[in-house]
């Protein structure tokens, strides 16, 4: 690489714009990966930690588990089946309002009190504790709300009693309340009679959360029993939002690293058109074709690494002072280091463009020939 350090020294101002420009695409892509990282968090973060590995939902509803409801015969018969263990697991958004009269989004999750949902759930053994006790994350603690607290559900006709706080916990982007399955509901079935359940909703529940032993054929059983058995992490797919989130985040980081392959490979299809003499004297003096690419890469690998890893670094500094809470953001290590990774590759990438120009150059115009 002694042809493509001296180039470095020579021209080190050309280097350093374009390398400032992938520094900035680095930053951009370590920023939408934490906000990125942080949507999925605020969308499934409360059912990614609950202790289950498997739900069984209604057929034909996605998922979802506004549109999914489960009978108690399935429920338990699911819970008959060899290596398989069932609850009844409700899930229901609401406006509620704290004792100010501050309204604001809650997730009511109903778990059998002392299964091992509630159990799972830190802070789990106070569910149950009164007929209206619940359990609130702490995103909603940290709203001004607290133990012995009382939240209203806005046209439910329940109220709710604070008995305990959980780490915060959410669920297409809202904060996750902690219920009784009675409870569960009463306030949501109940709504049309003044919070009073009716007999028919005796028993429902939106899905089953399963905790299965391995090797169990859960396609078979959710096939005989009449409910739809995903896993854990295909039941995300089924948070609203989380899907068409995803997607859009995605789609845009993989556009970043399109934009980075695009200005590299200009870059330097541009700088070996400068240097087309140059190259041709190397070869004219012995210089092979390998050589010769050896030293071009080396040099797109410095640049790339160092402009990146600049970037990166940079971009973690302003993440960290992204404050956490209503702004959904969150850097991981891991997540980072593979969006710069791919990132320096996808540069790499680009310059291949400027590597096949090098190959075609002829020796002969070192003795000031055409090409």
């Not at 509803?61 to 089946?81: E, K, M, V």
């Not at 209203?152 to 399955?181: E, F, W």
């Amino acid at each position: 690489m002694f042809v493509g350090l001296r180039d470095l020294r020579y021209a080190w101002g050309r280097f350093v714009l374009m390398g400032s420009v992938i520094a900035l695409v680095a930053v951009l892509t370590v920023l939408l990966t934490g906000l990125s990282t942080g949507l999925v968090n605020s969308g499934i973060s409360g059912l990614r930690a609950m202790p289950l590995t498997h739900l069984a939902f209604e057929p034909k509803t996605n998922s979802t588990f506004s549109q999914s409801t489960l009978d108690a015969a399935t429920i338990r018969s699911l819970d008959r089946q060899s290596g398989v263990h069932a609850e009844p697991l409700g899930l229901t958004l609401f406006n509620a309002k704290d004792a100010a009269g501050t309204s604001f989004s809650i997730a009511l999750a109903g778990m059998e009190p002392g299964g091992f949902m509630a159990k799972g759930v830190a802070g789990g053994s106070g569910i149950g504790r009164t007929p209206t006790g619940v359990i609130i994350s702490q995103g909603i603690a940290a709203d001004g709300v607290h133990v012995g607290d009382r939240i209203r559900l806005d046209r439910a006709g329940v109220t709710l009693q604070v008995t305990g706080i959980a780490p915060t916990a959410t669920y297409g982007h809202v904060d996750l309340v902690y219920a009784p399955i009675a409870l569960w509901r009463q306030a949501t079935y109940g709504q049309v009679t003044g919070g009073t359940l009716p007999p028919s909703a005796q028993g429902l529940a939106s899905a089953a959360a399963l905790q299965v032993r391995p090797g169990v054929d859960v396609a078979a059983i959710g096939s005989r029993l009449g409910a739809d058995i995903v896993t854990k992490q295909q039941a995300y797919a089924g948070s609203p939002g989380y899907a068409a989130e995803t997607a859009t985040m995605s789609l845009i980081i993989d556009f970043l690293y399109v934009i980075a392959a695009l200005i590299v490979g200009a870059f330097f299809t541009v700088w070996t058109i400068q240097r087309k003499a140059d190259i041709g004297l190397l070869k004219a003096l012995g210089a092979s074709n390998r050589a010769v690419l050896r030293d071009a890469l080396g040099q797109v690998a410095l640049v790339m690494v160092v402009a990146t890893g600049i970037g990166a670094l940079v971009g973690s500094g302003i993440g960290s002072l992204i404050p956490g809470g209503k702004v959904p953001f969150a850097l991981q290590s891991g997540a980072v280091v593979t969006a710069a990774v791919i990132l320096a590759v996808a540069g790499m990438a680009g310059s291949l463009v400027a590597v096949r120009r090098i190959t075609a150059i002829d020796p002969i115009i070192a003795l000031g020939a055409a090409a």
